[in-house]
């Protein structure tokens, strides 16, 4: 639905999985039977950011997961590193095993290569930016034959395969960052800008532009991915979604 309310997110984001991650570090489950794989365990994830446009202390963008994976990592006894990927590449590590867990929205092209949790740990909301005289957009239906705005380097969970397809009809203008999009939808430069609820909103809260509504494309759940091919998968991943769930304790962090 339309909403002419930006409101600042993610800093609940952030707080609510460090408050999360501080109630997981009082959590005790039994480790009795439990024993951990020796292979060191890569973590793959995205090397441009849905939750933030801020970057770390490296210059890359910021990704909360990480400190998730700490804890959850930490708790299993399971060595592990991270490494950031450009989304067809950190697709393809997964597929071939080079690279053995992430946490992505489910997608079918991994459905054969990796196990997915049955409950998410993190959700968050794609969204259409658009003045108020524009017409809403309900479903991704919706932008056949519009002129929208989005930024490279995201697969918008599938969704930039119907952008693409010259079926639909869409006047793509592609950007290299969030507050570009923004700028080029304020100067009138195409009708709609689709991005990802927490950077857009710390983009507009530095920045508010009279009159933008958006509305809800999607929600898109995060799960933890595991690759098949890592030893005793199964196990593992029930044992980490098992972990993961006590830390979030029923608080799911959303990019909201």
Same mark, same amino acid.
């Given at each position: 639905?339309?909403?002419?309310?930006?409101?600042?997110?993610?800093?609940? +984001?952030?707080?609510?999985?460090?408050?999360?991650? =501080?109630? &997981?570090?009082?959590?005790?489950?039994?480790?009795? =039977? +439990?024993?951990?794989?020796? $292979?060191?365990?890569?973590?793959?994830?995205?090397?441009?950011?849905? +939750?933030?446009?801020?970057?770390?202390?490296n210059g890359e963008p910021d990704n909360p997961l990480l400190r998730l994976a700490e804890s959850i990592f930490t708790k299993a006894g399971i060595p592990w590193r991270g490494k950031s990927y450009p989304a067809a590449r950190l697709f393809n590590n997964l597929q071939d095993g080079t690279a053995d867990f992430s946490m992505l929205v489910k997608s079918a092209n991994l459905e054969a290569c990796c196990?997915?949790?049955?409950?998410?740990?993190?959700?968050?909301?794609?969204?259409? @930016?658009?003045?108020s005289d524009t017409?809403?957009? $309900?479903?991704?239906? !919706?932008?056949?034959?519009?002129?929208?705005?989005?930024? *490279?380097? @995201?697969?918008?969970?599938?969704?930039?395969?119907?952008?693409?397809?010259?079926?639909?009809?869409?006047?793509?203008? &592609?950007?290299?960052? *969030?507050?570009?999009?923004?700028?080029?939808?304020? *100067?009138? $430069?195409? !009708?709609?800008?689709? !991005?990802?609820?927490?950077?857009?909103?710390?983009?507009?809260?530095a920045h508010p532009i009279k009159g933008l509504e958006y509305d809800v494309i999607d929600r898109l759940d995060v799960h933890l991915i595991l690759a098949r091919s890592y030893p005793d998968a199964e196990a593992v991943m029930a044992r980490l979604e098992a972990i993961a769930q006590s830390v979030l304790s029923e608080k799911i962090p959303t990019g909201k």
């Open positions: 639905m339309g909403n002419n309310m930006i409101l600042p997110a993610m800093g609940r +984001w952030v707080a609510g999985i460090l408050t999360a991650l =501080a109630m &997981g570090s009082t959590i005790c489950l039994s480790d009795t =039977a +439990w024993a951990s794989p020796a $292979r060191m365990l890569e973590y793959a994830y995205p090397d441009q950011s849905i +939750w933030t446009t801020r970057l770390d202390k196990l997915a949790s049955h409950k998410p740990v993190a959700s968050t909301e794609l969204r259409a @930016y658009r003045r017409p809403p957009i $309900r479903a991704r239906e !919706d932008l056949a034959g519009k002129d929208i705005i989005t930024i *490279h380097g @995201y697969t918008y969970a599938g969704l930039l395969s119907f952008i693409k397809d010259q079926a639909n009809k869409i006047n793509n203008n &592609g950007t290299v960052s *969030h507050d570009s999009a923004f700028t080029m939808l304020e *100067h009138g $430069r195409a !009708d709609y800008v689709l !991005d990802y609820a927490g950077p857009a909103t710390e983009i507009l809260a």
